[in-house]
């Protein structure tokens, strides 16, 4: 039987030709279904899991997404659970030690949070399941409880039921 020392050689050129020929790449920015574009209004949730303490950066970078993704044309709430509670602490939240790299520059996570907050209507829920869990009765310095201040009970389903992207950290 003989070898074809060639035969590699083929291979390698039909890849050859395949890389050479031109692809053009088109997007449209739609979602799958084809109704929503991005300039559309969107309910947009971003939850945070872990706690700023242990993982500032994590957090930072959870904030500032979603003050970058605010816009009027976004709503976007930032849902803190498991030990992401902690951003509704201000002990936390306040410590010095934590500095947010930004597009607006480089500032403190609780100059981050604040900013979020004040730009989209308070729109960040704690879950309260995770909060008591943490610190029993006492009540968040940032956020929201589902069922206080205003906020229906069902909250939290209603949240993440009307959400069209969830985005977790």
């Not at 930072?60 to 976004?74: D, E, N």
Request: net charge negative.
């Amino acid at each position: 039987m003989k070898t074809h020392r060639s035969l590699p050689l083929v291979g390698l050129a039909a890849a050859a030709a395949l890389a050479a020929v031109p692809c053009t790449v088109t997007g449209d920015w739609t979602k799958n279904s084809g109704t929503e574009t991005a300039g559309q209004p969107q309910d947009v949730v971003i939850t945070l899991k872990v706690n700023a303490l242990t993982n500032p950066e994590t957090a930072c970078l959870a904030v500032t997404l979603a003050r970058a993704l605010t816009s009027g044309a976004t709503n976007v709430t930032l849902f803190v659970t498991l030990d992401g509670v902690a951003l509704g602490d201000a002990k936390i939240v306040g410590n010095p030690k934590f500095k947010c790299t930004t597009p607006w520059g480089e500032i403190s996570l609780e100059e981050n949070l604040t900013a979020f907050l004040n730009d989209n209507d308070n729109n960040m829920v704690v879950c309260p399941i995770c909060w008591m869990e943490r610190y029993g009765d006492a009540m968040p310095d940032y956020g929201v409880l589902p069922g206080q201040g205003g906020t229906p009970g069902n909250a939290v389903g209603m949240v993440l039921l009307n959400a069209e992207k969830i985005l977790d950290f």
